[in-house]
Structures are given as structure tokens and as C-alpha cells.
């Protein structure tokens, strides 16, 4: 008998601490991700950045072909530097582009060091800034949700 309230309690603490740990990893993951965002491009910020600024860049071309499109930052890693702005309703990602965010208080839940994703819409250049503008931006866990979606757009290399 006592065996048997052994086995069960354990099967029970674990089943819940599975629960937990998926119950907790599941509420930092933004529910509310708007299914075109599936269907963005895997960039860095230095690299869309090159495509307007660079010695070989083309602002013009870049704003044609770039604006309004959905991209994703992967695996960022959040620094200090990130929270400056955070009661404006943005932060810089890599000091190259300024993400407004839909829940900027997302943010709230990383700490220095920690990697998250960051998918938005490439609203264009910053005026007075070698930079850029994404709105409607989402932070979540990195690798949290697989963006691109297989099938997407991928990986951009823009054209010089």
C-alpha cells in the first residue's frame, strides 16, 4: 500500500512538473501572432542595414523592395541598451533598428543575456539615424516558434 501512494505521488509530481514547465514556456510564447508573420525573412539587422546604407547600397532600391515587408531577427541577445527606450514603446535591436512593439512589455520578462526572436514590419529609414523603422513588432523566446514558416520566404540576401 504505502509502495503504491509512492508510485502514484511521484507519477503525479511529474506529470505536473511537465505541466508546469510546459504551462510556463507556453505563456512567454505571444499567442496573438498574426499568421502573415509565418511568411517573413530571416535576416540580421546588419544585413537589411547594408541594403540601404552601405557603401554599395541603394536607399531607393532598398525602400522599393524592402518597405512594408515582414522580417525576423533570430537568436538576439538582449542587452541593457535595450531597455533604454522601453516606456517609449520601442528598443533598438543591434543599435541598427528600432522595433515599436505591439506589447513593448514583453521585453519585461528577459533578462541581460538572454536570446529572443523579433519579427515586425520594415517601416523604412529613421530620419537623422543610419537605421530603421519596424512596427507591430513581437518579442518571443528564441526558437520558440519556427519563423519562417517552412515554405516561407527564408533567409534574405539582398542585392547590391
Not at 533570430?74 to 542587452?79: I, L, M, P
Request: glycine share 8%; proline share 5%; charged share 20%.
Amino acid at each position: 500500500m504505502r509502495l503504491t501512494f509512492t508510485v502514484v505521488a511521484a507519477i503525479l509530481l511529474t506529470v505536473t512538473g511537465l505541466c508546469g514547465c510546459t504551462a510556463a514556456r507556453a505563456a512567454s510564447i505571444p499567442l496573438n501572432i498574426p499568421p502573415e508573420y509565418y511568411n517573413c525573412t530571416e535576416v540580421t539587422p546588419q544585413v537589411i542595414c547594408d541594403a540601404y546604407f552601405s557603401r554599395y547600397g541603394n536607399i531607393a532600391e532598398a525602400q522599393y523592395r524592402f518597405d512594408g515587408l515582414l522580417f525576423v531577427f533570430k537568436n538576439v541577445e538582449v542587452t541593457d541598451s535595450m531597455f533604454k527606450h522601453i516606456d517609449e514603446g520601442y528598443t533598438w535591436v543591434d543599435n541598427l533598428v528600432r522595433c515599436f512593439c505591439v506589447n513593448i512589455d514583453d521585453l519585461k520578462r528577459y533578462k541581460i543575456g538572454d536570446k529572443i526572436d523579433v519579427v515586425g514590419k520594415n517601416e523604412g529609414v529613421v530620419l537623422n539615424f543610419t537605421g530603421l523603422k519596424f512596427g507591430d513588432c513581437i518579442i518571443m523566446p528564441a526558437g520558440s516558434v519556427q519563423l519562417p514558416a517552412p515554405g516561407g520566404t527564408g533567409v534574405a540576401v539582398p542585392v547590391y
